[in-house]
């Protein structure tokens, strides 16, 4: 008793330290509470990590450069002070194994999306399935949110009915509803999944906070699940477009400094041009001009030609699967903005933006306006 007494003594210190902010201070007398077995100081200083920006360490983007193959350069190279997650991590998951649950919730979230050590989704969703027992608040949400997909076996009109609540939910940044859905969603079938990609896609660029606890989902061959998809080889960039995720008679708005290439279209055909109004991105202002394409199940490039495509840009057989997937292909430059949005009557969907050499900010956030568009008669390409 003496022991956990003295424990209990430190940890009720360390609190008033940490109130009065000092957090240096703070720190030592939790850790004396935790070396003296003290849970509660032991999530004391896991959330001084997490919550008081506590021992912040440097990071730069230069391993992910790498990853992505982006040159490596003096000025590409960004360094900032961000979470010491690795920490926080530590310290929550030795709370969390002494039987808080409230650590075993952030313990197990920072596991699952890998903040401060690889995901490590059994060992994260373990600690969340002991917070959910615990009857933590958000632990539920989590839980569906990060669990193991499995095989929902539901069908395309029940699916959409889920699909649409769980817009509704999110539009309104209700996460117990949305979350509740998504648990359910992800378990679709690939064309299923490929429609709830789409709305996190459209949600998540116009930056609406409802959409920002979802992760994009992975296919059987790990393979992120995107309804537009670009490759970027050189100064050419392949785009792979899941057709599965569009409504019925949507259309592909492409916007940028260069023009779809017009002998490398497949499942696709050129159709027209528009005008249309969203947010300015790169060197793309509000006023977007764009071509304008519709999947054509008779536009299917020859055999040689699809090879000499995933011969260019490095497709496996994964990346590429022709019962699906329609693409196309741009000339590029080397510094340019695109933009690639979908259109379903007069509304448009912003699906993907990418800029090299402009700023990937985007400033003000307006919804996407139909200006103009004049459809093509007996022409079948843009050049």
């Known amino acids: 008793m003496g022991v956990a007494n003295n424990a209990h003594k430190e940890y009720l210190k ?50 992910e450069l790498m990853l992505q193959g982006i040159p490596v350069f003096p000025w590409n190279i960004i360094e900032k002070e961000e979470i010491d997650y690795k920490s926080a991590l530590e310290w929550s998951r030795k709370a969390a194994d002494r039987g808080n649950v409230e650590s075993a919730l952030v313990a197990g979230m920072l596991l699952c999306e890998g903040k401060g050590c690889t995901s490590d989704i059994k060992n994260g969703i373990s600690y969340i399935e002991s917070a959910v027992k615990g009857k933590v608040p958000g632990a539920e949400e989590a839980y569906a949110l990060f669990k193991p997909k499995g095989e929902s076996g539901i069908s395309d009109p029940e699916y959409a009915k889920k699909l649409q609540a769980f817009v509704q939910a999110a539009e309104k940044d209700d996460l117990s509803v949305s979350a509740r859905l998504f648990g359910e969603l992800k378990n679709g079938s690939p064309a299923q999944v490929s429609k709830l990609a789409y709305a996190l896609m459209t949600g998540k660029n116009m ?86 394409l519709e999947f054509d199940d008779g536009k299917r490039l020859s055999t040689d030609i699809l090879e000499c495509v995933k011969n260019d840009y490095f497709l496996t057989e994964a990346e590429y699967r022709p019962d699906n997937i329609a693409f196309f292909v741009e000339d590029g430059e080397k510094e340019y903005s695109v933009e690639i949005s ?26 996407p306006k139909l200006l103009e568009i004049s459809y093509l008669i007996g022409k079948t390409s843009p050049l």
């Open 207 to 292: 930056n609406k906070p409802g959409y920002a606890a979802f992760p994009y989902l992975m296919d059987d061959n790990k393979i992120p699940v995107f309804p537009v998809s670009p490759k970027r080889v050189g100064w050419k960039t392949f785009v792979r477009i899941d057709r599965n995720a569009f409504p019925d008679g949507a259309k592909i708005l492409f916007s940028a400094d260069i023009n779809v290439h017009p002998d490398f279209l497949n499942g696709l055909a050129y159709v027209g041009e528009a005008k249309y109004i969203s947010p300015a991105f790169g060197w793309l202002r509000e006023e977007k001009e764009a071509d304008v």
């Open 14 to 63: 360390g609190m008033k330290l940490e109130k009065a902010d000092k957090l240096e201070e703070a720190f030592e007398t939790y850790k004396s509470a935790a070396d003296l077995g003290s849970t509660d100081a032991m999530w004391a200083i896991a959330k001084l990590y997490l919550f008081r920006e506590f021992r912040k360490v440097k990071v730069n983007n230069l391993f």
């Open 342 to 367: 979908a259109l379903i009557g007069e509304h448009i969907d912003v699906l993907y933006r990418y800029t090299i050499g402009g700023s990937d900010t985007v400033i003000k956030y307006i919804e």
